[in-house]
């Protein structure tokens, strides 16, 4: 009965938090002076106004989804994987370098497609691997071994962009030469929005969810997470954990890299990771690191994302704005949490 | 300690969503400009005579550079055509959209009731490309592209798209005269956005313009007139992405460059110049794309060269709304009899105030040769590694112009 | 000052602390508050002295009814509580901590503050440097420094809470006499402690609680038996030693030499029988955490070897030894033992030796949690997080998961806070395993603990570990001396006839 009240209590003051940031971001708008119930209309509408929309909303979605379910394996571990733009970034790469090598070839495009998907996980894993190395042997705190490692891949992907896989003549921004249409994760007709991505975003959610929630390895990584000295002390090889937890994160983050390239933007482009590994630290946060939310607030985000695309074009407002509105609202939820332990505590 | 390490984390998104909310007022100018927009949001129900067309402006809708110039163009066509109405989306590129393609956003204008869409970027091609094939019923006019050009190397039939250039070449080679006739040093330096066939050759245009005059009007040695090209790696400035063309800019003026022609959308050489001269050098420069570029710093913007989009596009969209569209490939020449017309021109020049009394007469004459037939583009040319691109006699192609695939002899710098 | 409670209640949660309590205490008086862990003894403490609001009830001082709001409102009215780990400023000199607690706006006079804090101590016979810092002293001299603090701040009343825990046997003798004095002059003494033998022969007078409620008071001289009862509800004997020793060695140290700077340990050999229970005493900070470490591969050995059974797993880590049967229970139970956050059904399910598959089988663990919570008269929940449970079911909790078939254990202040009946259960548990052939390595402060449960002793006096001694041949007071560094002679000669026993 207590535990529910408590349940209870706690929804009710993330709810409070979701009142909070809406009520700021309605400040906002008021001194900008527009109209912010226009405003949360037209974002509404530019999320789910059509079935275009609601795919596109998908599209972001999914990447969103695979990084966050990475997160939450080094939230387990205690780690504050800052660096999981660049895995994102380097599993993007190496999707394209593999996919690059079978340009022109009479190898199967499905065969392909996989092959450059698991090269990218791989990407991904190494580069997550690398800040596990820095963390565990060079004593470097991941927030800083990633925020480095995260330079560096962006370095390496723009290095990649403008020179050795640049286009014929061309050193642009907009990216790589488009691999041809057989090389794209198949889509639904008229739509942006791949089956096959949904499908591995979901299956990551569920491997996700069983492996921190039911498996020894999941239960092992929680107790390094919350006190590391005793889960050594209780047996657990730690920086073994915490290493795996790295390369799993980063095998999630180098196959949302993957499906950025293979299906969303069939190229290599400098800003490839889209900023969802950040978002996916605000998920993360939001959701308290609970798998079991991770699915519906990640929906939510991407459908902030896309709906946020309205507000320049009809009102003339910047779309950083439904930004703020996710930044804010991480914000006053956790705020929430701590009015909610100071009320418990003078309880 | 998990309390205190909540209390950090908030103080964290704290800065975050301040460092977000100040992105804010960048946007807020927007809205007391066009204070009836937001009194009736655009809807797809708009009276059956109007006729929306969209945009998407690769850079901000203020630069003071290309984007701002097709923004005013679709602000020119809302004047001139009775019953238009425009809609754009303005930074319409990865870095600042992410998560998103020009094509998805296309469809947005679309769905807020667009009949016609201006894609304003050469990098947007691959999404132009897709969008106009997924939308037949769709106009669309991609500014700088060669899709539906015959005799172009990417060759599409898209009957409903056209294309649409102002022959830059000869603005440059107006800015590439007017630095010749302004620089001390002999030191030009021309800082490019990326690299591709149309920078290539905007930047290979004003070499040839400064190398005319310096030679011709000067009677100096070409020998002695440097000429660099520096890519920052985009149309403008994108923190972590591009190379900063603030510091590029320093670079040419700490090297000796006294002449600065910016080959990017936004101001940055025009600023550091000014900064520069403030500080007792005597450093010029010339901004692009947009007529009012000067403004960011009169006394050092010897001139400007800059498109005037507003004409095609009223003739595009008109011909639209009276169902005369034609699938065109055009690379407009300036209006010879006024280069100014805001009326008539695609593409102009415009003297700054920091222009010398001295200069003005031989940028004339030059502007009038121009007019009068003068072809730079004609032989003996070599290419920058010594290759022959024209024999003596011979001229380019427009093909061999657009497609120009290095950069020119005498020019230092990066071909690709 | 006299004191009086009138129906204080107070309650967490469904917890009921403290339940209608009614006693007074009159100034010029020890007065001894006694109680296990958990029966509220620092509930009322911490209402008397502003720390909590009492749900309902009053306080009275010298007869007048008072509303303490905060701990500076009971200085205000003279009371001054002294906590089990004194609340002071550790990076100051004794003398700056001291000013700080003085009231008035005027600037401190420094040199007749010193004066003072001199002419203060010798009363009470201290012998504090008024120069020395905080962070240096140890918790019995911090102990002395809050007394005087709170003396200086005009405190008439003094709250002890657990006051004898950590400090020397001297220092407690010390603490006793000064206290003695402070009643002598008429101030109220109100002493909390759990330990009987302490309350026994310093109050005149003690108040006994159990689960909230006042069970009695008695006057000095008691039946400890009565005290016992009372405080348990049943009579408990305490264990005893039961010399199981067997003669097989399973532990040995060769010249050992570890440094954790500043301590530095040389030259221990060492050999450590089945079955055998060694105490290590010393006063805190002595070496014998940092030997117990190099012990289990916590901290490597500079040289030496450490043997397990006969296999050499010097520079080994900590995960090597719990191979080979070792187990090491630090003394911080939530930062070293326990993960905070899990369950005792998680914390089974990580510690168990079941082979384990990919994925728990959590009815399984779920049983076996019930199971030992049963086994080890845990309270609390196979779902209670860990850090929910109390100091003594914590430590209840880290023995029951300990594997079954080890070899040695070693202990950290295996009773460190915990009440008598825990104490006693805890050695029991201990006690049962060693009838099994595991061998006992522990650290205590509390030197009857040490004589009354070890069979050998290893004395530790800033780095020098001396020769085992025989405990049943060692007598408190000798202990007693050695840990402060005097009669080390002696030992020496004991050492000698040591090693001419052993080669005979």
């Known amino acids: 009965m207590n535990q529910m009240q408590n349940r209870s209590l706690s929804f009710l003051f993330q709810i409070g938090g979701l009142i909070l940031a809406v009520l700021f971001v309605t400040i906002i708008l008021v001194l900008v002076d527009a109209k912010p119930l226009d405003a949360f209309r037209l974002i509404w509408e530019g999320a789910t106004g059509n079935s275009t929309r609601v795919a596109s909303v998908f599209v972001v979605w999914v990447p969103l989804l695979l990084v966050t379910c990475g997160l939450l394996a080094t939230f387990t571990a205690g780690l504050w994987n800052i660096g999981i733009e660049g895995q994102i970034t380097v599993g993007a790469i190496f999707t394209t370098g593999v996919m690059r090598l079978f340009l022109g070839s009479s190898v199967s495009p499905v065969i392909v497609i996989i092959l450059s998907m698991l090269a990218g996980m791989l990407g991904g894993a190494i580069w997550a691997a690398l800040a596990g190395l820095l963390k565990t042997f060079g004593g470097v705190n991941e927030i800083f071994g990633g925020l480095g490692l995260n330079f560096i891949a962006t370095a390496l992907n723009i290095g990649l962009i403008f020179g050795a896989w640049s286009r014929p003549g061309i050193a642009s921004m907009s990216g790589t030469e488009p691999f041809p249409e057989q090389f794209w994760l198949p889509t639904f007709q008229g739509f942006r929005i791949s089956l096959w991505s949904i499908g591995f975003a ?45 390369v799993i994160c980063g095998l999630f983050a180098g196959l949302a890299g993957a499906i950025q390239v293979t299906g969303v933007y069939h190229r290599l482009i400098p800003s490839i990771s889209s900023g969802y590994g950040f978002m996916g630290l605000m998920i993360a946060m939001l959701i308290n690191f609970q798998a079991i939310w991770l699915a519906p607030i990640a929906l939510f985000f991407a459908a902030l994302n896309i709906g946020g695309i309205q507000l320049p074009i009809v009102m003339k407002l910047d779309s950083a704005l439904t930004g703020v509105l996710q930044g804010s609202l991480v914000l006053f939820v956790l705020l929430m949490q701590g009015v909610k332990q100071r009320f418990a505590e003078k309880k | ?177 007017d630095s010749a006739l302004h620089t001390q040093s002999g030191s030009i330096g021309y800082l490019g956005p990326l690299i591709n066939e149309e920078t290539r050759r905007l930047a290979a245009s004003a070499f040839l313009g400064a190398r005319y005059c310096w030679e011709n009007y000067l009677d100096k040695d070409p020998a002695d007139l440097r000429f660099r090209v520096t890519w920052i790696g985009f149309w403008f400035n994108i923190p972590g992405f591009t190379e900063d063309p603030t510091q ?65 596009y009223v003739r595009y969209i008109s011909n639209a709304i009276q169902g005369k569209w034609e699938s065109t490939f055009e690379w407009m020449p300036p209006y010879w009899q006024d280069i100014n017309n805001v009326d008539m021109t695609p593409v102009g020049y415009v003297s700054g105030p920091a222009m010398s009394e001295d200069a003005k007469p031989l940028l004339d004459k030059f502007i009038a040769e121009l007019a009068g037939g003068l072809n730079l583009w004609s032989g003996p040319l070599n290419y920058q590694d010594g290759s022959k691109f024209l024999a003596e006699g011979e001229v380019a192609t427009d093909v061999e112009i657009w497609y120009l695939s290095q950069l020119l002899e005498g020019m230092e710098g990066r071909s690709e | 000052m006299n004191i009086e409670f009138r129906n204080i209640n107070k309650s967490f949660g469904p917890v009921r602390a403290n339940i209608d309590l009614n006693f007074s205490i009159k100034s010029g008086t020890i007065y ?107 918790v019995g001299e911090r102990q002395q420094l809050e007394i005087l603090r709170l003396l200086w701040m005009g405190a ?28 002598e002059q008429g101030k109220t003494i109100i002493f909390v402690s759990h330990k009987l033998e302490d309350v026994e022969i310093l109050c005149g007078k003690v108040a006994i609680l159990r689960k909230g409620i006042l069970v009695g008071e008695l006057p000095a001289p008691y039946q400890t038996d009565k005290l016992v009862e009372m405080m348990f509800g049943k009579v408990i004997t305490l264990g005893d030693r039961n010399n199981v020793s067997q003669s097989n060695i399973v532990f040995e140290l060769k010249n050992i030499f570890v440094e954790q700077y500043p301590m530095r340990i040389e030259n221990v050999n060492f050999r450590l029988q089945a079955g055998e229970v060694i105490g290590l005493a010393g006063m805190e900070g002595s070496g014998q955490d940092v030997l117990l470490r190099a012990c289990v591969g916590l901290i490597r050995p500079i040289s030496g070897s450490v043997i397990v059974i006969g296999k050499d797993l010097t520079g080994k880590n900590y995960h090597e030894f719990m191979k080979n049967g070792v187990s090491f229970l630090p003394a911080s139970r939530l930062e070293e033992g326990l993960v905070p956050g899990l369950t005792l059904a998680e914390h089974f399910t990580i510690a168990g030796e079941e082979t384990k598959g990919l994925f728990i089988d959590k009815e399984y663990f779920k049983q076996k949690a019930e199971k030992m919570i049963d086994e080890y008269h845990i309270i609390g929940h196979q779902s209670s997080t860990v850090e929910s449970l109390s100091g003594g079911n914590q430590q209840r909790a880290a023995l029951s998961l300990l594997r079954n078939s080890l070899s040695i254990i070693l202990l950290e202040h295996p009773t460190r806070g915990l009440d008598i009946e825990s104490a006693i259960y805890m050695w029991g548990k201990l006690k049962e395993r060693c009838m099994l052939g595991t061998s006992i390595f522990f650290i205590s402060g509390d030197l009857e603990e040490i004589l009354q449960y070890s069979d050998r002793i290893l004395v530790f006096f800033s780095g020098h570990v001396s020769p085992p001694l025989d405990a049943v041949t060692t007598s408190l007071d000798q202990l007693g001396q050695l840990i402060g560094g005097k009669g080390w002679d002696q030992v020496f000669d004991i050492q000698e006839n040591y090693e001419s026993n052993a080669k005979s």
């Open chain 1, 202 to 246: 979901i299956i990551g959610l569920v491997i996700i969810y069983f492996l921190l929630q039911g498996t020894h390895f999941g239960l092992r990584l929680k107790a390094v997470g919350k006190g590391i000295k005793s889960a050594f002390r209780m047996g657990i090889p730690t920086w073994q954990h915490m290493m795996l937890s790295f």
């Open chain 2, 1 to 177: 300690m998990n309390k205190k390490f909540a209390w950090t984390v908030i103080a964290l998104l704290m800065v975050m969503v301040l460092v977000l909310s100040a992105c804010q007022p960048a946007a807020t100018p927007a809205a007391p400009a066009e204070p009836a927009e937001s009194e009736a949001p655009a809807e797809p129900e708009a009276p059956a005579e109007e006729f929306v067309f969209g945009m998407l402006l690769v850079g901000p809708y203020n630069d003071k550079g290309w984007s701002q110039a097709h923004y005013e163009a679709g602000e020119y066509v809302e004047e001139k055509v009775p019953g238009t109405k425009m809609i754009y989306l303005d930074r319409v590129n990865t870095a600042d959209r992410p998560g998103t393609t020009a094509a998805q956003l296309a469809e947005e204008l679309v769905q807020q009731g667009a009949k016609l869409v201006i894609f304003n970027s050469d990098d947007m091609k691959d999404d132009a490309v897709e969008f106009t094939k997924n939308n037949p019923e769709i106009f669309i006019i991609h500014a700088s592209g060669d899709t539906i050009w015959a005799e172009g190397e990417n060759y599409q039939a898209l009957p409903n798209m056209a294309n649409l250039m102002g022959e830059m070449e000869y603005g440059k080679m107006m800015a590439g005269c």
């Open chain 2, 248 to 312: 590029v800019a320093n670079e040419f003026i700490n090297s000796g460059v006294d002449v600065i022609i910016s080959g990017i959308d936004t101001t940055e050489g025009l600023v550091e110049a000014r900064k520069a001269t403030s500080e007792g050098k005597k450093v010029f420069a010339i901004p692009y794309d947009f007529v009012g570029a000067c403004e960011e710093a009169p006394d050092v913007c010897i001139g400007v060269p800059y498109f005037n989009w507003g004409p095609s």
């Open chain 3, 32 to 138: 001894g508050i006694l109680g296990e862990n958990g029966a509220g003894k620092s509930t009322l403490m911490k209402i008397l002295s502003g720390f909590y609001k009492p749900d309902s009830g009053q306080i009275l001082l010298n007869g007048k009814p008072v509303i303490i709001e905060s701990p500076a409102d009971a200085i205000k009215y003279g009371i001054g509580m002294l906590h089990q780990d004194p609340l002071d400023f550790p990076p100051m000199r004794i003398i700056e901590n001291f000013i700080v607690g003085q009231k008035g706006g005027l600037i401190p006079s420094y040199k007749e503050t010193i004066h003072e804090f001199k002419e203060l101590q010798t009363k009470f016979g201290f012998t504090l440097d008024p120069e020395a810092y905080v962070d240096t002293l140890t």
């Open chain 3, 156 to 183: 008439n009343a003094l709250i002890l809470d657990e006051p004898t825990t950590g400090i020397s046997a001297q220092q407690k003798e010390k603490l006793f006499a000064a206290l003695r004095i402070l009643a």
